[in-house]
Structures are given as structure tokens and as C-alpha cells.
């Protein structure tokens, strides 16, 4: 029989497969200033602290991904720069 020490809380686990295939979705259409506007968003809610510790949790992986988005822009935009500025070199 398993006792309460045996259980694991709420977010203990991972997020499932297809949840975080779906916000994976969700956030890879976004621009650049539409996933750092909504970044800016979750930061401002965490740290409110209003958030229940469950919600909190969900924001955090949404911002994760948010930011792992906007870093993906910005290393495209630092790829066409240095290719463009390559390209005017001698």
C-alpha cells in the first residue's frame, strides 16, 4: 500500500508530452516582439505573486519557452548580420 510519502506533488513530473508539444506549437509562431512581450508579461505576473503555486509553475515553463524563442530570433538576426557584413569584406 503506498503511503502519502510515497507520492509525488503536484508538478513533481514533468509536463506531459503533448502539453509541452503544444506550447512548443504555440510559442514557435510568434514573432519576436510578441514572445517578449508575453515574456515580459510572465515575469511581471511571477513576480507579483499572486499566481497559486501550481500556476506559477505553468508560467514558468511557458517564460522557458518564451525565452528560448526570442533567443532563437536573435540568433537568426546575429546570423544575417554577420553574413551580410561578411559579405562586404575583401
Known amino acids: 500500500?503506498?503511503?502519502t510519502r510515497d507520492k509525488k506533488p503536484p508538478g513533481d513530473e514533468t509536463?506531459?508530452?503533448a502539453a509541452r508539444a503544444a506550447?512548443?506549437?504555440e510559442v514557435a509562431k510568434l514573432s519576436y516582439e510578441?514572445?517578449?512581450d508575453a515574456l515580459v508579461d510572465?515575469?511581471?505576473r511571477l513576480e507579483s505573486g499572486a499566481e497559486t503555486l501550481e500556476e506559477s509553475?505553468?508560467?514558468w515553463e511557458r517564460g522557458e519557452a518564451l525565452a528560448h524563442r526570442c533567443e532563437e530570433w536573435l540568433a537568426g538576426a546575429q546570423a544575417k548580420l554577420n553574413?551580410?557584413?561578411a559579405s562586404?569584406?575583401?
Do not use: I
Open 1 to 3: 500500500m503506498a503511503t
Open 15 to 17: 509536463a506531459p508530452d
Open 23 to 25: 506550447l512548443d506549437a
Open 34 to 36: 510578441q514572445a517578449r
Open 42 to 44: 510572465v515575469v511581471r
Open 57 to 59: 509553475l505553468a508560467l
Open 83 to 85: 553574413a551580410a557584413t
Open 88 to 90: 562586404r569584406e575583401p
